[in-house]
């Protein structure tokens, strides 16, 4: 294998790996899984080894750098240091594998990386599914596991069976939301490759269309939220992209500020109604106890958290029973922020926010500025500067819901933005 062709399947699997890990858990086990993320881990420190000329430390994000910093330095005070120092191994593994995607590949290569994982985790989630519904015909667990109980809670099961019922399929991944927001990320990457132009018409129609049906199949508030969000910054882009003076920008930013304001008063005013709506509880399937219980262990530790632990480890106090849902024991507090809130006090949330506003901030400005590599030459605007942003949205967007922000692909996309835009690359 040649080494551009290295390089291509290492990305692919690499992005498979932190969006889809769970697949890898439920048919290597923990152990295989662990051998598969310590050789990615490893080749990216080989690939930015290699490609020592073209990064250095002192020039990555400072936010990025200042935040892992403080979580590894949490240890120091942690509730359960050993938790700690463990997490903030996988979480420099992460990060170090998001820098050398950041690094190494160009937004073109990334693109092309990300469409091929997202299909490849598509359709072996619906192929998944159909095996299971057509030849097995009842619910199924994890490979590797081996439950005395077999009255068992429905989230413990890799599949449970209603790709035919109409249920909420749940793919390889082994969970709902987490291929619903695989799907939005496809949408996202698909819709700009056709855009693009860089894959076959057809094609391109086919997987996008495929990973619309699979939202429809997952059914999930969260990311119906972040599609609306994802819309509505599409469309501001687009008219800023279209405005030709300072005054038209300045109208269009103060239109959406309006449109914006006048969206959060309807969330607020019929926010019950939106929720039965989409089929989701007034306690937003157990969120809101989860908050609370949240809430409450951070506010025990308020300034710098009970040390940085990201999944939580149900194996030691207090997570080994903090929350019960739906007879699980839950590993994190399904909300980003309030889980940096825990476990690195408002200080690491502080430095996180920071974080995330850059990436976004930065995003943004790759998105909405003419590129322009010589000066007084501008030049065309092009689909793929959209993908750092409409990325960001997705991801801050499941924040609210969900702590995959702090963990496998949340991270290493927040990485790889911040990376890439501070670098400045458009292509």
Same mark, same amino acid.
């Given at each position: 294998?040649?080494?551009?062709?290295?390089?291509?399947?290492?990305?692919?699997?690499?992005?498979?790996?932190?969006?889809?890990?769970?697949?890898?858990?439920?048919?290597?086990?923990?152990?295989?899984?662990?051998?598969?993320?310590?050789?990615?881990?490893?080749?990216?420190?080989?690939?930015?080894?290699?490609?020592?000329?073209?990064?250095?430390?002192?020039?990555?994000?400072?936010?990025?750098?200042?935040?892992?910093?403080?979580?590894?330095?949490?240890?120091?005070?942690?509730?359960?240091?050993?938790?700690?120092?463990?997490?903030?191994?996988?979480?420099?593994?992460?990060? =170090? /594998?998001? #820098?050398?995607? &950041?690094?190494?590949? !160009?937004? @073109?290569?990334?693109?092309?990386?990300?469409?091929? %994982?997202?299909?490849?985790?598509?359709?072996?989630?619906?192929?998944?599914?159909?095996?299971?519904?057509?030849?097995?015909?009842?619910?199924?667990?994890?490979?590797?596991?081996?439950?005395?109980?077999?009255?068992?809670?429905?989230?413990?099961?890799?599949?449970?069976?209603?790709?035919?019922?109409?249920?909420?399929?749940?793919?390889?991944?082994?969970?709902?939301?987490?291929?619903?927001?695989?799907?939005?990320?496809?949408?996202?990457?698909?819709?700009?490759?056709?855009?693009?132009?860089?894959?076959?018409?057809?094609?391109?129609?086919?997987?996008?269309? =495929? /990973?619309? #049906?699979?939202? &429809?199949?997952?059914? !999930?508030? @969260?990311?119906?939220?972040?599609?609306?969000?994802? %819309?509505?910054?599409?469309?501001?882009?687009?008219?800023?992209?279209?405005?030709?003076?300072?005054?038209?920008?300045?109208?269009?930013?103060?239109?959406?500020?309006?449109?914006?304001?006048?969206?959060?008063?309807?969330?607020?005013?019929?926010?019950?109604?939106l929720l039965e709506a989409v089929g989701k509880s007034p306690d937003l399937t157990g969120r809101l106890g989860i908050w609370e219980t949240v809430i409450g262990m951070a506010q025990e530790r308020p300034w710098f958290g009970w040390g940085w632990v990201s999944?939580?480890?149900?194996?030691?106090?207090?997570?080994?029973?903090?929350?019960?849902?739906?007879?699980?024991?839950?590993?994190?507090?399904?909300?980003?922020?309030?889980?940096?809130?825990?476990?690195?006090?408002?200080?690491?949330?502080?430095?996180?926010?920071?974080?995330?506003?850059?990436?976004?901030?930065?995003?943004?400005?790759?998105?909405?500025?003419?590129?322009?590599?010589?000066?007084?030459?501008?030049?065309?605007?092009?689909?793929?500067?959209?993908?750092?942003?409409?990325?960001?949205?997705?991801?801050?967007?499941?924040?609210?819901?969900?702590?995959?922000?702090?963990?496998?692909?949340?991270?290493?996309?927040?990485?790889?933005?911040?990376?890439?835009?501070?670098?400045?690359?458009?292509?």
């Amino acid at each position: 294998m040649d080494g551009a062709r290295f390089r291509m399947g290492f990305a692919i699997l690499a992005l498979f790996t932190v969006l889809a890990g769970d697949a890898w858990r439920y048919t290597l086990s923990w152990w295989g899984y662990s051998v598969i993320a310590i050789a990615i881990a490893t080749v990216s420190v080989l690939i930015l080894i290699r490609e020592r000329d073209r990064w250095r430390f002192g020039g990555l994000p400072l936010p990025l750098v200042l935040f892992v910093a403080f979580a590894a330095l949490s240890t120091a005070w942690s509730f359960y240091p050993g938790s700690t120092a463990l997490a903030t191994l996988t979480t420099l593994m992460t990060v =170090t /594998a998001g #820098i050398a995607l &950041g690094v190494a590949y !160009s937004w @073109t290569q990334l693109l092309k990386a990300l469409g091929w %994982a997202l299909r490849f985790i598509l359709g072996l989630s619906l192929l998944f599914e159909f095996v299971v519904g057509s030849f097995i015909r009842q619910p199924v667990l994890p490979l590797w596991v081996d439950y005395p109980d077999r009255d068992l809670p429905k989230l413990l099961y890799w599949s449970r069976d209603l790709l035919f019922d109409g249920g909420k399929i749940q793919g390889i991944v082994g969970n709902s939301s987490l291929l619903a927001m695989i799907a939005l990320l496809a949408v996202i990457v698909f819709g700009i490759q056709l855009a693009c132009r860089s894959v076959n018409k057809y094609w391109g129609w086919v997987w996008l269309i =495929t /990973a619309t #049906i699979v939202i &429809g199949m997952t059914r !999930s508030p @969260t990311i119906y939220a972040a599609l609306a969000a994802i %819309a509505f910054v599409l469309f501001v882009v687009l008219l800023l992209r279209k405005s030709r003076t300072p005054g038209q920008r300045t109208a269009v930013y103060a239109s959406a500020v309006i449109a914006l304001g006048a969206g959060v008063a309807v969330i607020i005013a019929f926010g019950q109604q939106l929720l039965e709506a989409v089929g989701k509880s007034p306690d937003l399937t157990g969120r809101l106890g989860i908050w609370e219980t949240v809430i409450g262990m951070a506010q025990e530790r308020p300034w710098f958290g009970w040390g940085w632990v990201s999944f939580w480890t149900p194996w030691v106090e207090p997570f080994d029973d903090l929350v019960f849902h739906a007879g699980v024991v839950q590993l994190h507090a399904h909300n980003a922020w309030l889980d940096v809130w825990m476990q690195l006090g408002i200080v690491g949330l502080v430095l996180f926010g920071i974080l995330v506003l850059t990436a976004l901030v930065k995003a943004w400005q790759h998105a909405v500025d003419r590129p322009q590599q010589l000066p007084d030459a501008p030049q065309p605007y092009t689909a793929i500067t959209l993908l750092p942003l409409l990325i960001m949205v997705a991801l801050i967007v499941q924040s609210l819901a969900e702590s995959r922000l702090l963990i496998e692909y949340g991270l290493v996309l927040l990485t790889v933005v911040a990376v890439k835009t501070k670098r400045r690359e458009l292509t």
